[in-house]
Every structure is written in structure tokens, then in C-alpha cells.
């Protein structure tokens, strides 16, 4: 480790970081557009602009941004217009992966896909062909220090959820995709935006990894996340504790 110094290296990690939070922002402002061009502009009349705006709002995107992006959306000069697309398949050890992703290439969103799943020791499927493993459902969080587990609880099932998962960090709220924004308003109005609001994969079943093919995966994910196109990658990989710990 001979000539990196401290400030060196924690300049690199301003750097990567910087860099993650432009390619966040990045997808953000795209499903912020994507939302505004099929719907309406209007928040308060389009449900999935109501969710990218509290996606934009969790990773602290300022209102200037946010509203630049509707009016870019639904303005004369409408810009770039994308396509969404949902690519299926297998990375390392058999994990089920799905990719979601807004373009407007489709040709080279797929080919850089595949090459980042064959370089991973993964191969791209068929559309549906790994799907039946999860289930797409909306996940409501709040953090434990804002919410009454009670009120939350009985707040949730009258507004027709479908279970609350608590931890020592707070509380996920899940629903069915249809009844997502339902409860995702009636909770809002009451306990203030939420930490974190998506319609999301999860996975079913699990596949256990050892530390080889969970480092793998791990790589699968970061390029594909990397990916200005990639907006969620899913998986149902259950890395070892090793790995995990590296994660934290």
C-alpha cells in the first residue's frame, strides 16, 4: 500500500461516491420523465409521479431538479423518449436476476445486458423465464424513530395492506402492486413521506452462494447498476456472511 496516502484514498471514495450519486440522480430524472410523458404532470393525478418524486425525494434531489424534469417531460422540447424493458435470467450459481430498465436504444441495452452476464458467469434468458420466482409487490418504509409500531400496524391494515415487517430499524409496509399508492397516501398523510416507497421483485425462495459465486454476483449486479439504462436489478442470491459483512 506504499504511496496512498489517507486524503488519497478518501479521495477516491468522494469520487465513487459522487459518481454513484450522479448515475442515481440519473435514473431517477428518466423515470421522473418516463412518468410525466405517459401520465399526467400532475403528481397529485399520476401515482407512478408520485413514486419517482419520492424515489428523487429519498436520495435528497432537490424540488428545482424534480420539477425541471417534469417540465422536460411535457414541455415543447419533450427530448428523448424511452422505451421500458425487462430482461430475464441466470447469473452465477443458478440466481434468478431481473433487470428493469428505461431506453432509448434497445439494441445496445440488451447487448450490453448479455455481455455483462456472460462476463459474470451468467447467460441472459426469455422474458418470463425467472419471473415466477418473485413476486412484485410495494414496500412502504418508515424508520423506527418516526411511527408508533400500533398505530402503523392498524394504519396500514385499514388502508388494505398486506403485512408489516418490523426490525430494530423501523418497519416495511407491504401490498399487493395494485393497492401500492392506496396505502402508500394513507400512510403519507399521516406519518409524512416515507424513507422508502417502491413497487419492487422479491424473491420467493432463496439460492444460498459460497464465497466465490456470491463475489461474482455481486460484480454481476454492480455492472449492470452501472448501466445509465438499468434502473433496479433483483435478485434471489443469498450471499454468505463474509460477503454480507463487506457489504455493511
Known amino acids: 500500500m506504499a504511496g496512498h496516502s489517507h486524503a488519497k484514498n478518501v479521495m477516491h471514495r468522494k469520487g465513487a461516491q459522487?459518481?454513484?450519486?450522479?448515475?442515481?440522480?440519473?435514473?431517477?430524472?428518466?423515470?421522473i420523465?418516463?412518468?410525466?410523458?405517459?401520465?399526467?404532470?400532475?403528481?397529485?393525478?399520476?401515482?407512478?409521479?408520485r413514486a419517482a418524486i419520492a424515489w428523487a425525494r429519498e436520495e435528497n434531489m432537490t424540488?428545482?431538479?424534480?420539477?425541471?424534469?417534469?417540465?422536460?417531460?411535457s414541455g415543447p422540447d419533450a427530448g428523448v423518449h424511452y422505451t421500458e424493458a425487462r430482461y430475464e435470467g441466470y447469473g452465477p450459481g443458478g440466481v434468478a436476476v431481473i433487470v428493469e430498465a428505461?431506453?432509448?436504444?434497445?439494441n445496445r441495452t440488451v447487448s450490453n445486458i448479455r455481455s455483462a452476464f456472460s462476463k459474470y458467469g451468467g447467460v441472459l434468458g426469455e422474458?418470463?423465464?425467472?419471473?415466477?420466482?418473485?413476486?412484485?409487490?410495494?414496500?412502504?418504509?418508515?424508520?423506527?424513530?418516526?411511527?408508533?409500531p400500533d398505530?402503523?400496524?392498524?394504519?396500514?391494515?385499514?388502508?388494505g395492506a398486506d403485512d408489516v415487517v418490523t426490525d430494530a430499524d423501523g418497519a416495511d409496509v407491504v401490498t399487493t402492486m395494485d393497492g401500492f399508492f392506496g396505502v402508500r397516501d394513507a400512510l403519507a398523510a399521516r406519518f409524512g413521506e416515507p424513507s422508502h416507497a417502491r413497487v419492487e421483485w422479491r424473491p420467493q425462495t432463496t439460492v444460498p452462494l459460497d464465497d466465490?459465486?456470491?463475489?461474482l454476483l455481486l460484480r454481476l449486479v454492480e455492472a449492470l447498476d452501472d448501466d445509465d439504462d438499468v434502473q433496479n436489478v433483483y435478485v434471489n442470491g443469498e450471499l454468505p456472511a463474509s460477503l454480507e459483512r463487506e457489504e455493511t
Not at 459522487?18 to 423515470?31: L, N, P, Q, T, Y
Not at 398505530?151 to 388502508?159: E, G, I, R, S, T
Open 63 to 73: 424540488r428545482d431538479t424534480i420539477e425541471r424534469a417534469i417540465r422536460k417531460a
Open 18 to 31: 459522487d459518481a454513484r450519486r450522479a448515475r442515481a440522480f440519473g435514473k431517477i430524472i428518466r423515470e
Open 102 to 106: 428505461l431506453t432509448d436504444n434497445l
Open 127 to 148: 422474458t418470463n423465464s425467472v419471473s415466477f420466482q418473485f413476486r412484485r409487490i410495494g414496500v412502504i418504509r418508515y424508520p423506527s424513530d418516526r411511527v408508533d
Open 33 to 49: 420523465t418516463t412518468a410525466a410523458r405517459i401520465g399526467l404532470p400532475d403528481p397529485a393525478a399520476n401515482p407512478r409521479l
Open 212 to 215: 466465490e459465486k456470491g463475489a
Open 151 to 159: 398505530v402503523l400496524f392498524q394504519l396500514a391494515a385499514d388502508a
